[in-house]
């Protein structure tokens, strides 16, 4: 059997090694075969290598986050060809359970995040991949592969605008956390319309990739905030849209919020992590707080964001995304986990 290249994962020993596994077998009726182009590294991932997120038990292929080159169909495939550009929505539900029939697939308790391709199915940090057709979409001639592998992370923040909105003109907004997820937060804010963004970052590096967006966001340390707060108890902001996952950081927002605001919880926190809040302070200020899970229908949304987005926001040099080979992908981990970088995307 023929064989190729990618990163597999060993959830016993967390450990990840890079080297040569088999192709993946033939299509079934309904699936497709994808050369993958590039994959990136979530912070979900970091988590699963951690041990710290749930994730197949066994070894397997990380990475669901990638696009790539449509190159084997299924005989039941019909809005797919050979040859086709595209993107892969690593979610799924079972269609069948109360959840899925209610239009919440994403929580399906069955499927959804229990199911996902790069999670509990190999996934793109390999030169194939074999995925459901049903979750494979073809991108625009006008969308590049490259751009193509943010498509999932902007299908989740697609799904949390829809959970957000409205957020009226003029609104003050604080995202929390200046990773990735962070700097496209603060992209997609300002592509429709929104000027009044503060951006709340501990790391020094990460501040300077959001000033590099070059989109006129007040960019702060989280003390900064604070201090603020303490000058002038009047202040605060209408929405907070945490990327941190980080429970000091939540509690802070609660704080900040002026009345009627939002928390929009968007960032992956650790399962054991807690955080202490105000009962009262949620009741008097009428506060509305929000989580997010994953795309549920959302993919189609995602490659409207970037055709309309294009590069002037999704440029990987001022997004701070760097490319690395398979090969590298300790060097790729070392620069995500320190923060010198805002995110890593492998090239194949």
Request: some cysteine; glycine content about 10%; proline content about 5%.
């Amino acid at each position: 059997m023929a064989t190729i290249e990618a990163i597999v994962f060993d959830p016993k020993a967390k450990k990840l090694s890079f080297g040569k596994v088999d192709m993946p077998s033939p299509p079934d009726k309904n699936e497709v075969i994808v050369k993958v182009a590039f994959a990136g590294i979530c912070g979900t991932d970091l988590h699963i290598i951690d041990g710290e997120f749930p994730c197949k038990a066994s070894p397997f292929i990380l990475g669901h986050e990638f696009s790539g080159v449509a190159t084997d169909i299924g005989t039941g495939v019909t809005h797919i060809t050979r040859g086709d550009r595209v993107v892969v929505d690593p979610n799924n539900g079972c269609n069948v359970c109360q959840l899925c029939s209610g239009g919440d697939y994403h929580m399906c308790q069955t499927a959804a995040i229990n199911n996902t391709v790069g999670i509990f199915k190999d996934g793109g940090w390999a030169q194939y991949c074999k995925v459901p057709a049903d979750q494979v979409y073809r991108l625009p001639s006008t969308i590049s592969l490259q751009t193509g592998a943010l498509c999932e992370p902007i299908s989740c923040l697609s799904h949390g605008w829809d959970r957000l909105i409205p957020v009226p003109m003029g609104s003050r907004v604080l995202v929390t956390g200046a990773g990735v997820i962070g700097a496209l937060w603060v992209s997609a804010l300002h592509h429709m319309g929104h000027r009044n963004i503060i951006v709340s970052e501990p790391n020094e590096t990460r501040r300077g990739i959001i000033k590099k967006l070059d989109l006129g966001v007040q960019v702060v340390h989280p003390d900064e905030l604070m201090a603020a707060r303490s000058r002038d108890f009047s202040w605060g902001v209408d929405v907070c849209i945490d990327c941190s996952g980080a429970a000091p950081a939540l509690e802070a927002a609660v704080t900040l919020l002026r009345p009627g605001g939002k928390l929009l919880v968007f960032g992956v926190a650790a399962p054991q992590a807690r955080m202490s809040i105000s009962p009262y302070e949620i009741y008097k200020k009428e506060l509305t707080i929000l989580g997010v899970m994953i795309n549920p229908f959302s993919f189609v949304k995602s490659i409207g964001f970037l055709e309309a987005m294009g590069e002037k926001y999704l440029d990987y040099e001022k997004l701070g995304v760097r490319v690395f080979s398979l090969s590298q992908y300790a060097e790729a981990m070392q620069e995500l986990r320190k923060g010198a970088i805002s995110k890593a995307v492998f090239q194949l």
